[in-house]
């Protein structure tokens, strides 16, 4: 069945460092893929998407390309702020499993000041 | 827009007794869904409705039951508590032109006793 794997936590960094945070994933068909980012005691937000290979998807200075020939969904920001401390998942859907979403384990990111 | 609304936000219940968490999006989005999240695991899928009248098993249905009320409305149910069940629980939907896309709510934080 289809499964997304993230890199391990927590991740932390200092203000204005660059982040990386590892997808991948394994699923039948062509699915979509998603980051969401949950801020403390709240729900997921939608961060960012991408509906076919080669796509890249951004908001609010994060980005992430899906490369189907290593099946990765790495998101990206090149300058994290205090306010970016939060929990990351990364999710696959469609496919096969049309509007079901497949989850990763979620990354915790703390930022420094 | 409200967007995606849970009741209650917090809960706590001695086991074998019984709760309904309540969901309601004003979206006008066709398919919702039910996920449990726990520590390290991301988010699996409890129960899922397509459209209203329709209701399917996800990943983890045992212990749960659910009803779509309207379109509007779905209902997931605790008939028995289990400390197992001790966990956060969120509510999604997605509308029809975009399927796999997910809008979660706030939540509801559940600990079985």
């Known amino acids: 069945g289809d499964s997304v794997t993230q890199m391990e936590g927590p991740v932390t960094l200092s203000e204005e460092a660059f982040l990386t945070i590892n997808c991948t994933y394994t699923?039948?068909?062509?699915?979509?893929l998603f980051w969401y980012v949950q801020y403390p005691g709240e729900g997921l937000q939608l961060l960012l998407k991408?509906?076919?290979?080669?796509d890249k998807g951004s908001n609010k200075g994060f980005e992430a390309t899906y490369r189907k020939e290593t099946t990765s969904f790495h998101l990206e920001k090149g300058s994290v702020q205090v306010s970016d401390s939060a929990v990351y998942f990364c999710?696959?859907?469609?496919?096969?499993?049309?509007?079901?979403?497949?989850f990763g384990q979620g990354t915790i990111l703390t930022v420094h000041p | 827009n409200a967007g995606v609304t849970q009741t209650p936000k917090f809960q706590v219940l001695k086991t074998g007794q019984s709760m309904t968490l309540q969901c309601a999006q004003d979206?006008?989005?066709?398919?919702m869904y039910w996920y449990r999240q726990d520590p390290g695991m991301g988010l699996r899928l409890i129960y899922y409705?397509?459209?209203?009248?329709?209701?399917d098993k996800g990943e983890v249905p045992n212990g749960y039951n659910v009803s779509r009320l309207n379109k509007r409305e779905f209902s997931l149910r605790l008939e028995s508590a289990a400390p197992s069940q001790t966990s956060v629980y969120f509510c999604?939907?997605?509308?029809?032109?975009?399927?796999?896309?997910?809008?979660f709510g706030p939540g509801t934080r559940l600990l079985v006793l």
């Open positions: 999604a939907s997605s509308p029809p032109d975009d399927g796999p896309t997910q809008y």
């Open positions: 991408a509906t076919k290979a080669d």
């Open positions: 979206m006008n989005h066709n398919s």
């Open positions: 999710a696959l859907g469609g496919g096969t499993s049309y509007g079901k979403l497949t």
């Open positions: 409705s397509a459209s209203e009248g329709t209701t």
């Open positions: 699923a039948t068909g062509y699915p979509s």
